[in-house]
C-alpha cells in the first residue's frame, strides 16, 4: 500500500535551514504530483507549494518564494522540502503529501534561540 | 488568496445521529476542465489528515459510504449520514484550484 515516510523532528536555531525528507513506497515517486503542507497552531494548514512531475514544475505559495526548495530524487523515490531563513514562525508540523491523497506522518520542526 | 469558510466550527453529535459540515468559497472553484477542485480531510487526533472526498462528492478509497459530499460553485457540504466514535476529530475543506491552495479552518467533531 502507498505509505510515505518522513524524516525525524528538528530543531533549529533563526536564520538557520531545515530540510525534511519524504520516502515514498506502494508507488513511484514520478507518478504523482507532491504537494508540501505546513500546520500551525495559529495558522492551521498552509499550502506551501507543489511539484509536478509530468512537466517538472514546482510551484511554490508566494508566501514561501525564495525560502522554500522542493525536489525529488526519484532513484531513492524520496521528496525533499528545505527551508531557509528560518523565524520562531516557522515552528510548525510539515506534511508530505502525494498529490491530494495519501499524507506522511508530519515532522515537527521547532525554531527557537 | 482564496477564503475557506466552514461552519459550524465545532460539533457535538449523539452516535447514530446525522451530521454536517458546510464550507464556502470566496471564488468560484469550477475549472475549465469541468471538473471543481474541492477536497474534504478529517484529521484524527494525534494523526496527519486523510482524504475523505475529492472534486466534491467521489469519497476515497475505503472512506465508508456514510460520508457524502455536494455542492458546486462556492457552496459545499459534507454529510455524515450516521456518526460514529471513530468520525472524531477535526475536519477541512481545501481548494486545489487557485492559487495557492488554501483550507478551511477547520470544524471539530465530538461525540456527546
Known amino acids: 500500500q502507498v505509505q510515505l515516510v518522513q524524516s525525524g523532528a528538528e530543531v533549529k536555531k533563526p536564520g538557520a535551514s531545515v530540510k525534511v525528507s519524504c520516502t515514498v513506497s506502494?508507488?513511484?515517486?514520478?507518478?504523482?504530483?507532491m504537494l508540501w503542507v505546513r500546520q500551525t497552531p495559529g495558522k492551521g494548514l498552509e499550502w506551501m507549494g507543489t511539484?509536478?512531475?509530468?512537466?517538472?514544475?514546482?510551484i511554490y505559495a508566494q508566501k514561501f518564494q525564495g525560502r522554500v526548495t522542493m525536489t525529488e530524487d526519484t532513484s531513492t523515490d524520496t521528496a525533499y522540502m528545505e527551508l531557509s531563513s528560518l523565524r520562531s514562525e516557522d515552528t510548525a508540523v510539515y506534511y508530505c503529501?502525494?498529490?491530494?491523497?495519501?499524507w506522511g506522518q508530519g515532522t515537527l520542526v521547532t525554531v527557537s534561540s | 488568496d482564496i477564503v475557506m469558510t466552514q461552519t459550524p466550527l465545532s460539533l457535538s453529535v449523539t452516535p447514530g445521529q446525522p451530521a454536517s459540515i458546510s464550507c464556502k468559497s470566496s471564488?468560484?472553484?469550477?475549472?475549465?476542465?469541468?471538473?471543481?477542485?474541492l477536497y474534504w480531510y478529517l484529521q484524527k487526533p494525534g494523526q496527519s489528515p486523510h482524504l475523505l472526498i475529492y472534486?466534491?462528492?467521489s469519497r476515497f478509497s475505503g472512506v465508508p459510504d456514510r460520508f457524502s459530499g455536494s455542492g458546486s460553485g462556492t457552496d459545499f457540504t459534507l454529510k455524515i449520514s450516521r456518526v460514529e466514535a471513530e468520525d472524531v476529530g477535526i475536519y477541512y475543506c481545501?481548494?486545489?484550484?487557485?492559487?495557492?491552495?488554501?483550507f478551511g479552518q477547520g470544524t471539530k467533531v465530538e461525540i456527546k
Open positions: 503529501a502525494t498529490g491530494t491523497s495519501y
Open positions: 506502494g508507488y513511484n515517486l514520478s507518478e504523482f504530483s
Open positions: 511539484f509536478d512531475p509530468e512537466d517538472g514544475e514546482t
Open positions: 471564488q468560484s472553484l469550477l475549472h475549465s476542465d469541468g471538473k471543481t477542485y
Open positions: 472534486e466534491v462528492s
Open positions: 481545501m481548494q486545489g484550484i487557485h492559487l495557492p491552495w488554501t
